[in-house]
């Protein structure tokens, strides 16, 4: 409708080109000149507040760039393929020849001085693969406490929740009854309707379940600091179904873990962003992202399902399968 235009259309730059799934490949992977593309959601605040210096920086590009941007909400499987873990996203695909996935990430402060400068190094230099950020040292002391360690003692209750369409969706067990026995995935984030949560990191990993349960996963764990009651209706309103299920917490396994943090207007503490791969009841794999970056808890490169997709490619290569 016009309200969603009208939000739309503050998001936008003159000269770029608005991209959809149906338009995506015949003007930017054909194409020879380096692309920088936005990936946004309409009612992000921080697309907002970003709409100017993002007008600025690409008022001032050589003729030789092309400029697009792409609404991830209104267009998920493009926002899908472009591995976006939040908005707005940047992207440079640099100059010559295209190919899927060879594209650089701008992972810097959003100023136009660094953008500017970022693209300018980029945008004709040979393509190197940047992967996710190397955790920072808060992250690193986490990931040495944990990584090949028991991820909860086997006796600990926990309270795993179902959004199916079934009355016994809420189950009170152990951890050895979730664990023992099993390769499972469990992600962890802030909280229940909250914007990055709903928006991208919950939805990244529904879109990615098949995908992860290939590896031998036998479930999908989201960790959040919310009783059972919120949590079954966040996965209603996501449409989770079976696609994972969700362990309500009180703190007490956020805390166990190391990964409890505190967040402005929060009655307690709340779960950082992170995933692992947990066979047997022992942490296998574990990617975490730091609360502390220009990012803050909405950060996350190292916790996201195609991160967690690398990690069990690594495991299954180096025979550690379930």
């Known amino acids: 409708g016009g309200g969603g235009e009208d939000r739309a259309s503050k998001h936008h730059a003159p000269r770029a080109s608005v991209l959809t799934s149906g338009t995506w490949d015949a003007n930017v992977m054909r194409s020879e000149h380096p692309w920088l593309i936005k990936v946004y959601e309409p009612g992000c605040s921080k697309c907002l507040a970003f709409a100017a210096d993002w007008r600025t920086v690409t008022a001032a590009l050589g003729d030789d760039y092309r400029v697009g941007e792409v609404d991830g ?4 499987a493009l926002a899908d393929r472009l591995r976006v873990t939040r908005y707005p996203t940047l992207l440079l695909f640099p100059a010559g020849p295209k190919a899927e996935g ?25 393509f190197t693969r940047l992967d996710s950020v190397p955790p920072d040292e808060w992250a690193r002391d986490r990931i040495a406490r944990l990584q090949g ?11 795993v929740v179902s959004a199916e369409d079934r009355d016994d969706w809420m189950h009170p067990v152990t951890a050895a009854e979730v664990f023992h026995g099993k390769r499972v995935v469990v992600f962890g984030l802030p909280g229940a309707f909250t914007a990055y949560c709903s928006s991208l990191h919950l939805p990244n990993f529904v879109s990615k ?10 479930d999908i764990l989201c960790l959040a600091v919310n009783d059972p009651y919120v949590l079954n209706a966040w996965g209603h309103q996501q449409g989770t179904g079976g696609a994972l299920h969700f362990l309500s917490d009180d703190g007490t396994v956020a805390r166990h873990i190391g990964l409890d ?11 950082a962003r992170f995933a692992a791969v947990v066979d047997h009841g022992v942490v296998t794999w574990l990617g975490i992202d730091s609360p502390l970056g220009s990012m803050g808890a909405d950060a996350m490169d190292n916790s996201n399902a195609f991160a967690l997709l690398r990690g069990l490619a690594e495991l299954d290569g180096a025979g550690g399968g379930g």
């Open 73 to 76: 909400t209104a267009h998920p």
């Open 102 to 126: 060879k594209y650089h990430e701008f992972k810097l402060e959003r100023t136009p001085a660094a953008l500017a400068a970022w693209c300018e190094r980029v945008a004709h230099a040979d």
């Open 149 to 159: 360690r028991e991820f909860v003692p086997e006796d600990m209750p926990l309270t």
């Open 209 to 218: 379940a098949r995908e992860i349960k290939a590896h031998g996963v036998e």
């Open 261 to 271: 943090i505190p967040l402005p207007g929060c009655s307690g503490p709340r779960c």
